[in-house]
C-alpha cells in the first residue's frame, strides 16, 4: 500500500472510530439512572401468563424423583431428553409456564421467528422424524417442536407447569436434593438440572409513570391477542383504529414492526440505538431436498455451521446466511481489500475492516429502501457489529415508508416519561392507546438472581455467595460445594451462534457423567477445587481480546450495560466456540476416568 492509500485507510478509521465513540456517549446515562424496570410491585402484572386459564391450583407434591430439571426450554428438553437415553427413569421438569417451550412458550408475538437456520435451531429432528416448514420455522412451530420432544421422551407424566422453585437444598444425610416451589412442593431428587436461560424475565424501560398509563400496555413476551387481534401471522385487525408506540428496536421488535405497521391506525417506533438489521431471506423447505438428505444429516449440518461460525475452512458453507455471512463473506471482502493493497498486515485490522464493511453495507441497504432521508439517517446503526446481537429481516425498513409509520429516535436517550396518555421522548408527547415494550429481558451476571432462586449446597453454601466474584465451575456445568448439581446456561460453556447446539453438548455430557456415576454406583459427584480453578482460567483467558472490543461498544446486555470487569469474565462464555468446547468435552469423556470429577 502507497503512502497516500494507508493514510487514506487511516483516517477514514479514525473518522469511523469518532463517530462510534459519540454515539456511543449519546447513550451512556451520566446520571446512573436505572436503564431498566423489573416488574414487580405496581408493575407486576406485565409478568402475567396471557396464554393459561387464570385460577389454576392443584395439590402440593410430596416425593422423590430421580432427576429434576428446572426449566423447560429447549436446553430443559434436551437435558431431560438425554437423561432418559442415558436411562434416568423418573425425571420431572419444573416450568413457570403453562407447558414446555421456553422462550418459545412465551414469545408468540406477530413475527416471532427464529433467525438462526431451522435445520440446525430446531433439534432432535432426525429422531423425530421432523422436517420444519421453512429455512427460519416461525414460533408456533418451534413451540409445537418442543411439546413433541417431551411427548417423545415421556417428560409430561411428572411435569410441574405454572409452578415456580423457591429454594434447592442439599441434605447431606440423604445425599439428596430437596426442591421447594411456590405451590407448596417440597421433594427430592438425587440429581439437579438447573437450565434457565437469561431470556425469560422480562424489563421495562427506566422510564417513570408507566403505571400511570391509562391505555392497553404489554410486553412482547406476554402478547396480548385479545386486544390486538390476529395471530402470529399479523391480522391485527382490533388495531386498525388504534395509535400503536412500541418501545425498542431489537430483534424482537425488527420482527414485530412490520406486523405492527401493517394494521395500526398509527405506529411510532420509540428507538433508543439502531438496530443492524441485514437481509433474511427466508424460504420455504424445499421438501425434495429434505427427502434426499442421508442419515446424520443434521448433526453433520450443525457440525459445517459451527465451523463456518468460528472462521475455519470448509468444502461448502451449507448454511449460507447472514450469520455464516458474518465471517466468510465479509472475510472474503477484506481479503480483496489487502490484496488490492489497502491494508496493515495485522489480524485485528483485518477484522476491523471487514466488520466496517459489513456495517456500511447496512447503512447502504437503509438508504436504498427508506425514502425519507432524515428517517434513513436516524436507522442507521453506528457500532461494530459485535456490539449488538444481529438482526435479519427484509420488511422491517420498508415499514417506515408507510404513512402511517414514524421513527421517534430518541437518540441514545429512551423515553423521557409515560404518562397517563402517551409518551414523552424527546420534549414531546405522542398520544397513544396501546403501548407495547419490546424491551427485553433482565440479562445480568448474577446468576442466582437470573434463575430466581438461590441454591443451598454442602455445609449451608450458597451458590450467590460462592459466585459473588464470579462464577467458577468445571465446563460450565458442576459446581464444587454442589454436589450432584449441574447448571446448563451461558456461563463458563462454550459460545455459539446456534445456541441451543451448546445445550445439547451440555445435555450430553451430564447424560454421561450421571451414568457414570451410576455405573460406580456413587452417591454424590462434584468437580475438584483444581479442575475448577483451571477451567476458570481458561474461560477468562479467552475473554481478552473479545473485552476490549466490548468495552468500546454502546452499552448492552452483550457488554453487561457497558461494564466489563473481571467478574463478568469470569460470567462469560467459553469464547473459543462450540468446536473446540465440544472437543474439550469429548476429550474429558475419553480419559474415562473423569478427570477433575470427585465421586463419592
Ligand atoms: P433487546 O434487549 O435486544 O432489545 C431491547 C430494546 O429496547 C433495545 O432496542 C433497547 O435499546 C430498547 N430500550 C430499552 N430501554 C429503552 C428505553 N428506555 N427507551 C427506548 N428504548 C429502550 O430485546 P429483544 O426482545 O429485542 O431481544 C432479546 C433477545 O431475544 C435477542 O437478543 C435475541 O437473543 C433473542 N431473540 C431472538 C430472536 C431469534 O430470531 N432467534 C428473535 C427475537 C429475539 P438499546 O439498544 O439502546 O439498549
Redesign the pocket.
Known amino acids: 500500500m502507497d503512502d497516500e492509500a494507508d493514510s487514506e485507510v487511516r483516517a477514514r478509521r479514525k473518522a469511523l472510530d469518532a463517530k462510534y465513540r459519540a454515539e456511543r456517549d449519546r447513550?451512556v446515562r451520566a446520571d446512573g439512572a436505572a436503564?431498566?424496570l423489573r416488574p414487580s410491585g405496581a408493575y407486576a402484572r406485565y409478568l402475567d401468563d396471557p396464554y393459561v386459564e387464570p385460577g389454576f391450583t392443584r395439590a402440593p407434591v410430596h416425593d422423590d424423583v430421580d432427576a429434576v430439571i428446572v426449566g423447560a426450554g429447549l436446553g430443559g428438553l434436551l437435558a431431560a431428553a438425554r437423561l432418559r437415553q442415558a436411562g434416568v427413569k423418573d425425571i420431572r421438569i419444573i416450568e413457570k409456564a403453562g407447558d414446555v417451550g421456553g422462550?418459545w412458550y412465551w414469545?408468540r408475538y406477530p413475527g416471532?421467528?427464529?433467525?438462526?437456520e431451522s435445520y440446525i435451531y430446531m433439534p432432535l429432528l432426525e429422531e423425530l422424524a421432523y422436517t420444519p416448514t421453512r429455512k427460519?420455522a416461525p414460533a408456533p412451530e418451534i413451540a409445537a417442536h418442543c411439546k413433541a420432544i417431551a411427548r417423545h421422551f415421556d417428560l409430561y407424566d411428572l411435569a410441574l407447569f405454572q409452578t415456580e422453585v423457591t429454594d434447592v437444598t442439599w441434605r447431606e444425610d440423604t445425599a439428596r436434593w430437596t426442591i421447594r416451589t411456590d405451590r407448596d412442593d417440597a421433594f427430592t431428587a438425587k440429581y439437579v438440572v438447573v437450565v434457565s436461560s437469561r431470556?425469560h424475565r422480562p424489563q421495562l424501560?427506566?422510564?417513570p409513570g408507566i403505571e400511570t398509563f391509562r391505555g392497553r400496555s404489554f410486553h412482547?413476551?406476554r402478547w396480548d391477542y385479545a386486544y390486538t387481534g390476529g395471530d402470529h401471522t399479523g391480522g391485527l385487525t382490533g388495531l386498525t383504529d388504534k395509535r400503536v408506540g412500541i418501545?425498542?428496536?431489537?430483534?424482537?421488535?425488527?420482527?414485530a414492526v412490520p406486523h405492527l405497521g401493517a394494521w395500526a391506525k398509527e405506529l411510532y417506533v420509540?428507538?433508543?440505538?439502531p438496530?443492524p438489521v441485514d437481509v433474511r431471506n427466508d424460504r420455504p423447505t424445499d421438501m425434495d431436498w429434505a427427502r434426499s438428505l442421508p442419515s446424520g444429516w443434521q448433526k453433520d449440518r450443525m457440525a459445517n455451521f459451527n465451523l463456518v461460525t468460528t472462521g475455519q475452512k470448509v468444502d461448502a458453507d451449507l448454511i449460507d446466511d447472514g450469520w455464516t455471512d458474518l465471517v466468510v463473506n465479509v472475510r472474503l471482502a477484506a481479503q480483496r481489500r489487502i490484496e488490492a493493497g489497502e491494508m496493515i498486515d495485522d489480524p485485528a485490522a483485518i477484522v476491523q475492516l471487514a466488520d466496517d464493511a459489513r456495517m456500511e453495507r447496512m447503512r447502504e441497504r437503509i438508504d436504498r429502501v427508506v425514502q425519507d432521508r432524515a428517517t434513513a439517517e436516524a436507522l442507521k446503526p453506528w457500532y461494530a457489529q459485535a456490539c449488538?446481537?444481529p438482526c435479519f429481516h427484509d420488511e422491517y425498513f420498508p415499514t417506515f415508508n408507510r404513512p402511517n409509520v414514524t421513527l421517534v429516535d430518541?437518540r441514545?436517550k429512551?423515553?423521557q416519561r409515560v404518562t397517563e396518555t402517551g409518551v414523552i421522548a424527546g420534549d414531546r408527547e405522542y398520544p397513544l392507546d396501546c403501548l407495547i415494550f419490546?424491551?427485553?429481558?433482565t440479562?445480568n451476571d448474577d446468576y442466582t438472581d437470573i434463575i430466581g432462586f438461590d441454591i443451598t449446597g454442602r455445609g449451608g453454601l450458597r451458590l450467590s455467595e460462592k459466585w459473588k466474584d464470579g462464577a467458577a465451575t468445571l465446563h460450565g456445568l458442576t459446581s464444587r460445594g454442589f454436589p450432584n448439581c449441574f447448571i446448563v446456561s451461558a456461563t463458563q460453556a462454550g459460545h455459539a451462534v446456534n445456541f441451543q447446539y451448546t445445550l445439547d453438548l451440555s445435555s450430553t455430557h451430564i447424560a454421561y457423567i450421571v451414568s457414570q456415576a451410576e455405573a460406580r454406583q456413587a452417591r454424590t459427584l462434584e468437580p475438584t477445587a483444581e479442575a475448577e480453578a483451571a477451567w476458570v482460567d481458561v474461560v477468562v483467558a479467552e475473554t481478552e481480546l473479545r473485552s476490549a472490543v466490548l468495552a468500546e461498544c454502546?452499552?448492552?446486555?452483550l457488554n453487561n450495560e457497558g461494564k466489563v470487569d473481571m467478574r463478568a469474565r469470569r460470567n462469560s462464555q467459553y469464547f473459543k466456540g462450540p468446536v473446540a468446547f465440544q472437543k474439550v468435552l469429548e476429550d474429558w469423556r475419553a480419559e474415562g476416568t473423569m478427570p477433575g470429577m470427585e465421586l463419592g
Open positions: 447513550r436503564q431498566y422462550t414469545n416471532c421467528a427464529c433467525d438462526v427460519y431470556l424501560p427506566g422510564a412482547t413476551s418501545v425498542g428496536t431489537g430483534a424482537t421488535a425488527v420482527q420509540f428507538q433508543r440505538t438496530a449488538k446481537r430518541t441514545g429512551g423515553l419490546a424491551t427485553g429481558f440479562y454502546t452499552p448492552g446486555y
